[in-house]
Every structure is written in structure tokens, then in C-alpha cells.
């Protein structure tokens, strides 16, 4: 009994932090972190590393994409951990053809793959030198919605707009149970049943 708790905590767990399987790897400890690839390039081409972060631009070529990212730190399970405080960018360099209608600039990215030569190029006017990374996989997150919070009151009317009493005087108060919830868009969810 006491080895199938712990091997169904152990699973439970497991499944928690799972890393999707394009972006995976055997050892984590040897992957080259954004920072160290942009302060020492010549000393870790081809060397492993898995970054992520919001795609900047997709361009096609005859028989690779590059991917223009905004690096962000990855949380335990790969996904960007998007703010207004980014570490730089790098490309992803990606066999065949990525639809740019679909790997659209905004969406988050993580790519696992093998350190290159850096290149340089262009933001606006400024030269920026680019780390670059040829993909072995990719993983193209699910849009995040944003959580909304609506408090309703369901206190009864007269209670809730005082209309018992003169402005000033409130002479009974009371707690009101407030519900929170999700969704403020006010017309009902075609999904919901």
C-alpha cells in the first residue's frame, strides 16, 4: 500500500512538470544557458541549449527558416516566462518551411538545439549580434487567456444601495458573500452546459 502512494505521488508529480517531448533532452545539466552563449560564442558552438521566448519574425528560405525569438526565461516545464524585461534575441534556424500565418509575431516559442556561429544583423538602425541555435525541435506554445476577476455581490438592493437609510447613517452593516468568476464578458459561453 505504501509503494502505490508513492509511486502515485512520484507519477503525479512527474506529470506536473513535464517538458513536451520536441523540446525534451537526456541531460538537463549540460544545456548552455542564453547568457553564457552571448558573453562567450566562440567557446560553446556546438554545445546544446533549449531557450525560448516571443516570436520578433519568421523568415522563409529555399531550405531553412529562421526564427527571430525575444529570449525570456523558461519556467520547469519550457514554456517562456514572458515580462517587460527581456535577456536579448536569438535565431532559430529550422529545416523546411514554418508558416508564418501560423508561428505569428507575439506567440511563445521554445526551441532545443545546437549552438552555431553567431550572425549579425539588424533592429531598425541598430547592429545586433544574434546567437544562433539550429533547431532539433520546437515547440510552438497554446495562447494563454487572460484571467479576468469580477466580484459579484449578492447582497439584497436595499442593502447593497442603502436606500434604507440617509446617506451619512448605516446603521446596519453586515458581510456579503462574494462570488468570484472568471469570465466578465456578460453574454453566456457557447460551451458551457
Known amino acids: 500500500m505504501k509503494y502505490g502512494i508513492f509511486v502515485l505521488a512520484a507519477l503525479l508529480l512527474a506529470g506536473c512538470s513535464a517538458i513536451p517531448e520536441p523540446i525534451a533532452t537526456d541531460d538537463e545539466q549540460t544545456l ?12 560553446v558552438i556546438g554545445e546544446q541549449a533549449r531557450w525560448g521566448g516571443v516570436i520578433a519574425d519568421v523568415r522563409n528560405g529555399e531550405e531553412y527558416t529562421v526564427i527571430e525569438v525575444v529570449n525570456f526565461p523558461l519556467k520547469s516545464w519550457g514554456r517562456p516566462l514572458v515580462s517587460d524585461d527581456s535577456n536579448g534575441r536569438f535565431l532559430a534556424l529550422v529545416d523546411g518551411f514554418v508558416d508564418p500565418e501560423v508561428y505569428k509575431q507575439g506567440r ?40 479576468i476577476n469580477t466580484e459579484i455581490n449578492y447582497a439584497p438592493l ?21 462570488i468570484k468568476s472568471d469570465d466578465n464578458s456578460g453574454t453566456p459561453d457557447k460551451d458551457r452546459q
Open 108 to 147: 511563445s516559442l521554445t526551441v532545443l538545439g545546437t549552438l552555431e556561429e553567431t550572425q549579425t544583423g539588424k533592429i531598425d538602425d541598430y547592429t545586433y549580434t544574434y546567437p544562433v541555435l539550429k533547431a532539433e525541435g520546437y515547440y510552438l506554445w497554446e495562447k494563454q487567456k487572460e484571467r
Open 32 to 43: 548552455v544557458s542564453y547568457q553564457a552563449a552571448a558573453n562567450n560564442s566562440g567557446q
Open 158 to 178: 436595499w442593502f447593497r444601495h442603502n436606500f434604507y437609510a440617509p446617506f451619512p447613517y448605516h446603521p446596519y452593516r453586515y458581510p456579503v458573500r462574494v
